[in-house]
């Protein structure tokens, strides 16, 4: 498949990028690595006449514990003794070792939600008519409705929302911040709270974050390159035996991953032991509803949050 025709910009800072932006009234998109956005050209899903290169911005380089560069490359992550165990595991496990050193952590937190009805080429989705996510009027998996019910396959986002990190953004109104946790949104179409036009230049942990223990874990149909059919994050600080924080997020179930904050911080205070680990695993289970869009069967998926909730929360108990 070729790419169609755009023109292509590579400023050298964040007020240059805007600037261009502002230019080409709304017909651009930023693009980092390009592994998820060119093959979305590739298969004619909402190209533009423009592209923005973020790769020359060098504010948005480099990775500490506390600090991670939007540009930062997965490989890179994967590799840095420095960022959370959690997070080199996540970015582990994104796509394949090639992809990962093309891929950016900024491009993976804004990657395009998923549906078997909109990941197909141009000639697949006009042999079955359009969908509203490009083209068309209709969703073809919920059709009463007029919410897009794409999901959201980000690997990274769901750690970043159990580490309590913060996004930051750039636009043409200034600069301003959002919780992981806040920032995605329930239409697979809006995804998120970003602006267009913003750039996403960075993500905070706070120091806090280091003490947490945290996990991440992945269903996918073929562990060498897939995006997840399901995932599971989860962090945890003990007081004793006494749970003091605990957070846990669900993945590629919805349109955003789902944080599960008030059931969660009602458990402060429980004693963390098998029982805990049981119970949580299977409420968490019981108040998912994946979506029927991906290849795995629903069923399969929502009875595999369970098992891998349970798989990470026993980790903790052994160690
Ligand atoms: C074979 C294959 C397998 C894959 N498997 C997985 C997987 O298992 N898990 C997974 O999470 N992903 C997977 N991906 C998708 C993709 O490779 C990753 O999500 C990657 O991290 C995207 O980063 P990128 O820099 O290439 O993003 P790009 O493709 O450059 O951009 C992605 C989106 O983010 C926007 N964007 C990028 N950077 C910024 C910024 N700083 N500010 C504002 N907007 C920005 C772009 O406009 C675009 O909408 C896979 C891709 C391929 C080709
Ligand atoms: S959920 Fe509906 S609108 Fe969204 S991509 Fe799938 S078919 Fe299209």
């Not at 947490?212 to 997840?228: C, E, G, H, I, N």
């Not at 119970?279 to 009875?303: C, F, H, I, M, Q």
Request: with cysteine; net charge neutral; aromatic share 8%.
């Amino acid at each position: 498949m070729i790419l169609p025709p755009f023109e292509y910009h590579r400023p050298g800072s964040v007020e240059e990028a805007l600037k261009i932006a502002a230019d080409c009234s709304g017909d651009f998109d930023y693009v980092a690595g390009g592994s998820d956005l060119l093959q979305n050209y590739k298969n004619r899903l909402n190209p533009r006449g423009h592209l923005i290169s973020l790769t020359g911005i060098e504010e948005m380089l480099g990775a500490t514990e506390e600090h991670i560069g939007g540009l930062t490359l997965l490989a890179d992550l994967e590799r840095d003794g420095s960022v959370h165990p959690a997070l080199r595991t996540a970015a582990s496990l994104v796509a394949s070792p090639l992809v990962r050193q093309q891929a950016t952590v900024a491009g993976n937190l804004l990657v395009e939600t998923r549906c078997f009805y909109f990941n197909q080429s141009e000639f697949w989705r006009r042999s079955l008519g359009y969908c509203m996510k490009a083209e068309g009027d209709v969703c073809l998996v919920v059709p009463q409705k007029e919410i897009c019910y794409a999901t959201y396959s980000g690997d990274l986002a769901p750690v970043f929302m159990v580490l309590d990190a913060v996004y930051h953004l750039a636009g043409p109104g200034g600069r301003r911040e959002v919780k992981a946790r806040e920032f995605y949104c329930g239409d697979g179409i809006e995804r998120n709270v970003k602006k267009p036009e913003e750039i996403l230049t960075h993500v905070t942990l706070p120091g806090s974050s280091r003490s947490l223990q945290a996990d991440y874990s992945k269903l996918r149909v073929r562990d060498t390159f897939d995006y997840p059919m399901m995932s599971v994050a989860a962090s945890l600080r003990l007081d004793g035996d006494k749970v003091d924080e605990f957070h846990v997020v669900v993945n590629a179930v919805d349109t955003r991953p789902l944080p599960f904050e008030d059931y969660t911080a009602s458990l402060r205070g429980r004693r963390f032991d098998q029982g805990f680990t049981e119970e949580v695993s299977g409420e968490v289970r019981d108040r998912s509803r994946p979506v029927k869009n991906l290849v795995l069967s629903t069923a399969y998926r929502k009875k595999m949050i369970g098992v891998y909730l349970s798989r990470i929360l026993q980790s903790f108990l052994k160690s």
